[in-house]
């Protein structure tokens, strides 16, 4: 009698063979139905043998891996929140999940923009209106028109702008123009694009787990004690200085002085700033609405921005990047000439349907319709600000960007999430995930259809009433 092979790793069970088995030693009947039974017990022998280890038989090349690609922490913040929303979807598949974390825009784009790009996708079709690859740094027309609405009487040129396919990819090719030898400060908390290819290009150290830090990176703490402005003074010069205002994900807009100071700091230190302007158009008061109103800024700067979250562009795909001539490097080269072949080798250029697109975004009525747009997006923020400072809660950000930042003392960020999303059923992001200063927040994004920032307001009323 063969004994079937034991599974891998579980004990083996092993009967005696059958050749060492008189017919004395078992007695057999034959039953009416041909089944047969032992007369009497058959002895078994267990015994506990080990696996052979694992053989992995998968081809491998002679490529070492990126060293640097090592140095990541899990995965990238905002795939790991989809991950976890994917799991409590698992875990509880009737959930009726408002996605208020990742800043997405829910509203659609107006007539007036899709109708450009339908109507340039439509003459894609005819001899006359064809065209194939445009200009690496985007058409003049769209460069003229971002370069008089945005910089009007601040000294930039259309020759200026490049225009590209969005705000977060120009960030890693400004880092391809850096290089790895450069040192790099954050506002600290920042949206984690700017650290996170700053360790895929090797500029930093190893992770540090008892600080959640980076080694080789200044994080330039901004928290309510200080206005959410970090306090230079005590910063180390670095090659670059990157700075989102109005800020993702506090929400705080800088002011006037304290870009003044920003300014200053660099030329001083003879650092470039990176300014990510991609909220702008959310500012209402008198925060600069770019770094180039500042004066001396055009020496010091480059400025990052986009369509995305004025016009609904984030899948459309169309953001800028000023970087003027003024701007030096040490040896007196300019930097736009140095961009500007990093963008002709990477980049074929935004798509001509988007910037049809963007082009209408600047029309008088496209202005209007964005601004609309922004309006809405602002009055959901009053929403989530009113639900929370109700509830008790200190709340920041808001009034010139479309996050809510929300503190919970003494917690953990992520357990925060996970209550919210456990006992809610809505995603937020957690504060730390954009770096150790925001350990104890939230961010709450505003981006949401309006019946769904009702019904969010009022489960989390029910939640922590």
Not at 91 to 111: F, M, N, Q, R, V
Not at 240 to 259: D, H, V
Not at 323 to 343: T, Y
Not at 357 to 368: F, I, R, W
Request: charged share 20%.
């Amino acid at each position: 009698m063969a004994a079937a092979p034991a599974a891998t790793g579980a004990p083996a069970i092993t009967a005696p063979s059958s050749s060492f088995l008189s017919s004395s030693s078992l007695s057999l009947k034959a039953s009416k139905t041909s089944q047969l039974r032992p007369a009497g017990r058959m002895s078994v022998t267990v015994r506990c043998v080990s696996s052979p280890p694992a053989v992995d038989t998968s081809y491998k090349t002679s490529v070492s891996r990126n060293a640097n690609m090592a140095k990541l922490q899990a995965g990238y913040l905002f795939p790991e929140i989809a991950r976890r929303r994917a799991a409590h979807l698992l875990k509880y598949p009737d959930a009726k999940i408002i996605s208020l974390g990742i800043g997405d825009t829910t509203e659609p784009i107006p007539d007036v923009i899709t109708n450009a790009m339908a109507e340039r996708s439509h003459a894609l079709s005819t001899i006359d209106g064809y065209s194939g690859y445009g200009a690496e740094q985007g058409e003049k027309k769209l460069r003229a028109a971002i370069a008089a609405t945005y910089y009007a009487d601040l000294g930039i040129e259309d020759s200026d702008i490049f225009v590209s396919d969005g705000a977060k990819c120009d960030i890693s090719r400004l880092q391809v123009l850096f290089g790895s030898n450069v040192t790099i400060a954050v506002q600290d908390p920042s949206y984690p694009a700017y650290v996170d290819s700053s360790v895929i290009m090797g500029q930093t150290g190893l992770y540090q787990q008892d600080v959640q830090k980076y080694g080789n990176i200044e994080y330039m703490r901004c928290n309510p004690e200080n206005g959410f402005f970090p306090d230079l003074s005590t910063v180390p010069r670095t090659d670059i200085i990157f700075f989102c205002s109005p800020n993702n994900p506090t929400g705080a807009a800088a002011s006037r002085e304290q870009l003044t100071q920003l300014v200053k700091f660099a030329k001083d230190n003879g650092s470039i700033i990176v300014y990510d302007s991609a909220y702008a158009m959310y500012i209402s008061d008198d925060s600069p609405k770019s770094i180039f109103e500042i004066p001396g800024a055009k020496e010091v700067a480059i400025e990052t921005a986009s369509f995305s979250k004025y016009s609904g562009f984030t899948g459309v795909r169309l953001g800028w990047t000023v970087v003027p001539k003024e701007l030096l490097f040490s040896d007196g080269h300019p930097v736009a000439k140095d961009f500007n072949r990093i963008v002709c080798t990477c980049f074929n250029g935004a798509s001509n349907i988007s910037q049809a697109g963007g082009l209408a975004c600047l029309s008088p009525e496209g202005l209007k319709a964005m601004h609309d747009v922004v309006g809405f997006y602002k009055e959901n923020t009053e929403i989530i600000v009113d639900t929370f400072t109700s509830l008790g809660f200190n709340v920041y950000g808001a009034k010139n960007a479309p996050y809510v930042w929300v503190h919970f003392p003494g917690r953990n960020s992520w357990d925060v999430f996970a209550e919210i999303l456990e006992k809610a059923n809505i995603v937020t992001t957690p504060g730390s995930g954009f770096g150790p200063g925001g350990e104890g927040f939230v961010r709450v994004s505003a981006f949401g259809h309006r019946d769904n920032i009702i019904e969010a307001a009022r489960r989390l009323k029910q939640l922590y009433k």
